[in-house]
């Protein structure tokens, strides 16, 4: 089986872990499996959390006797129920959907204080921006006062912003869960949402864990920025001859596509195009590519962008077209977010 897929069809996990498609089928009807996953024509989609858990089960029902039963309790502790009160904590640079504003479930840190303007006029110096252990602190304290019990702490990764490892610290002594998404922006935003949708249900700590673990690897984001000028943040007033401006001009025309694949890769450009058209076009090419990649498996869909609203809602209306049952969304960045992009930007992120 190769390793570089994302998800297992049930006869790639069965030759693996030596056992019949029967017996995943039986585990996975049995509750053993939460969280399995399904294509778009409603095939088992599986992946390494799954194949940990059933290797679990295959080690308690050799070493023990417990009944599925019993080992389902003792995996997924269903026998604590889940009645505390729970919130999520993420970065200001979050792009949310809205799906979960009205469960006062989420919160994020304060955003920048500065208009559009002041922030692209001093970008170099906020680039590096990060709430201090004081005030990711203060925040935890105010929800422990209001009646939260459990905090899920969720941050840009840790390749990207100092927020996480300064989240782990001021959480210390608190019944706060800290988790690295591996991702920003959008990408940080689906994951924010999918534990509010596993907080909404109930569920209990570990099975939200195992949720995280099984959606954080999932989360891949692509998109473009309009002037690769923005990707500069030397001294831009430093003088230069014609040629050198000419050139500049030239390139800072040019339309850098980044991607981030997964939790294991750190963003990186992909390519470069003349035009936006081209840029635009790549992408949609690249999501093709990443849904076959996930044996046609795409659970949401979030496109941002900052200023390029027509371009983004062409790409959203193309993606509608080609995944008509997936849920999409369409956000504006905020200013805060843009920061980690750039002020003319799109970005498409899925989960």
């Known amino acids: 089986m190769k390793k570089e897929r994302k998800l297992y069809k049930i006869g790639q996990l069965s030759d693996f872990l030596g056992i019949t498609q029967r017996t995943i089928r039986y585990y996975d009807q049995y509750g053993l499996l939460p969280y399995v996953k399904r294509s778009q024509g409603g095939v088992r989609l599986f992946d390494d959390a799954d194949i940990m858990i059933i290797t679990k089960v295959r080690q308690m029902q050799k070493n023990t006797d417990f009944s599925l039963d019993k080992i389902r309790e003792e995996l997924f502790k269903e026998s604590e129920s889940n009645t505390q009160k729970m919130a999520i904590v993420t970065d200001a640079t979050a792009i949310l959907s809205g799906a979960y504003s009205d469960h006062q479930l989420i919160y994020q840190t304060s955003p920048l204080s500065q208009s559009t303007v002041d ?11 990060s709430s201090t252990v004081e005030q990711i602190r203060s925040l935890y304290e105010n929800l422990i006062s209001q009646g939260v019990q459990k905090i899920f702490s969720v941050h840009t990764g840790s390749y990207y912003s100092t927020d996480y490892a300064i989240a782990k610290q001021a959480s210390q002594g608190l019944p706060v869960q800290v988790v690295d998404s591996y991702s920003f922006g959008a990408g940080l935003g689906l994951l924010v949402e999918q534990i509010a949708h596993g907080i909404i249900k109930k569920e209990s700590n570990t099975q939200l864990e195992l949720l995280i673990s099984k959606q954080v690897p999932l989360i891949y984001q692509i998109g473009f920025f309009d002037q690769s000028q923005y990707l500069l943040l030397g001294n831009h007033h430093v003088k230069r001859n014609a040629i050198q401006n000419e050139l500049s001009h030239s390139f800072f025309n040019f339309k850098p596509v980044f991607i981030c694949r997964d939790a294991k890769q750190k963003i990186c450009i992909e390519n470069c195009f003349s035009t936006k058209v081209a840029a635009l076009e790549f992408i949609q090419e690249m999501v ?31 993606i509608r077209q080609v995944f008509p049952h997936t849920q ?17 930007a799109i970005t498409l992120s899925i989960i």
């Open 288 to 318: 093709q590519l990443e849904f076959a990649l996930r044996v046609r498996y795409i659970n949401r869909i979030l496109i941002s962008y900052y200023h390029l609203s027509e371009d983004a809602e062409a790409l959203f209306e193309y």
């Open 119 to 129: 922030i692209w006029e001093t970008k170099e110096m906020l680039f590096n921006a």
């Open 328 to 344: 999409l969304n369409l956000v504006k960045m905020s200013d805060p977010a843009s920061i980690e992009i750039g002020p003319k």
